[in-house]
């Protein structure tokens, strides 16, 4: 802090130049290190849909692939390991049957194993499933 003296009276300055740098680098800091959602390391080719909404991406994420490899969020499993997951999934206060499965099938995946896989996901106290698809444009 700088005084002047100006014809008796003393007269204090700030200079805001570095804490606008420390305020500059703190948010560029937060930018760089925040995480952002990893999704399993599988190519989906979803099926296109005309009439496909937008839906939360919160809650349960099943993934499964035309050669039968499926990810329960991130971790993998087997069809018959699935219904463990499910029911050992920890949902927190929410109702079962309130809280979101989103299912991505790989567009070549049987219409079989998708009843399978929605079998299980209503055996295991889930209603609330969406089918994820990728929008025709």
């Known amino acids: 802090m700088r005084l002047k003296n100006r014809r008796g009276r003393i007269t204090a300055n700030v200079d805001m130049t570095p804490m606008i740098d420390i ?3 703190l948010i560029v ?5 925040t ?13 296109q849909s005309t ?17 039968g490899v499926m990810f329960f969020n991130d971790k993998e ?6 219904g463990q997951e499910l029911l050992s999934f920890d949902i927190g206060t ?8 989103s299912l991505e099938a790989d567009s070549e995946v049987t219409n079989g194993t998708i009843v399978k896989i929605f079998d299980v996901i209503r055996q295991s106290g889930f209603s609330l499933i969406n089918l994820r698809t990728k ?3």
């Open 23 to 25: 305020v500059f680098q």
């Open 29 to 33: 800091f937060f930018l760089v290190s």
């Open 35 to 47: 995480t952002f959602a990893v999704v399993p390391g599988i190519k989906l080719n979803l099926p």
């Open 51 to 67: 009439t496909s909404e937008g839906t939360s991406v919160q809650g349960i994420t099943i993934y499964a692939d035309k050669d």
């Open 77 to 82: 499993v087997s069809m018959e390991n699935l």
């Open 94 to 101: 929410s109702k079962k049957e309130e809280f979101p499965v």
């Open 135 to 137: 929008s025709e444009r």
